[in-house]
């Protein structure tokens, strides 16, 4: 009887050392995730390690890990949904002969050109470039023009001037 309770308290105690092990080892391979910016599924592991009651000397760490993996998961959200929209130049200063000129457009989101009745030039969309032909002045006067190129969420705009 006594090689009975031997081994059952044997297999017991062997039982709560491989829970204990299988959560020290999720611990490690969250912890793993979480510096290779897996956060996702580094909260997955966590919250596996707060879920057993087996890794109940754990559960205090991890959820303050998960606390860490929402913050970062916040953030990269907010970065991939924050438009991101400027240009190689926004003042164009042309002599008075007619003529071309580019300006490249940097954006992580569409974008369109809005405000392109003028006078003074006509525009051409081209992938990420725009390629302004401004007409000849004629006239002995300056004149200045504008056009904005707008994200299509229409949280950015930048304003194009051209100075002739």
């Known amino acids: 009887m006594k090689r009975l309770i031997f081994i059952l308290v044997f297999l ?3 039982l709560i050392f491989v829970f204990a092990d299988d959560c020290s080892s999720a611990m490690s391979e969250a ?12 909260k997955s592991l966590f919250e596996y390690v ?15 890990w998960i606390a860490k993996c929402d913050q970062r998961l916040s953030e990269e959200k907010e970065k991939q949904e924050r438009t991101e929209l400027s240009v190689s ?25 809005e405000n392109v009745s003028s006078n003074i030039f006509t525009l051409l969309r081209q992938g990420n470039n725009v390629h302004i032909r401004y007409n000849e002045n004629i006239s002995t006067n300056a004149r200045n023009d504008y056009f904005d190129i707008v994200s299509v969420d229409g949280t950015k705009s930048v304003r194009i001037s051209i100075n002739q």
């Open 12 to 14: 017991y105690s062997s």
């Open 50 to 64: 707060v879920s057993e009651k087996d890794c109940e000397r754990y559960k205090q760490e991890a959820i303050e």
């Open 89 to 113: 130049r926004n003042n164009l200063s042309v002599d008075s002969s007619s003529g071309y000129a580019s300006i490249s457009v940097f954006s992580n989101k569409d974008w369109n050109l």
């Open 31 to 42: 912890k793993i995730n979480y510096n290779n910016h897996l956060y996702k599924d580094a």
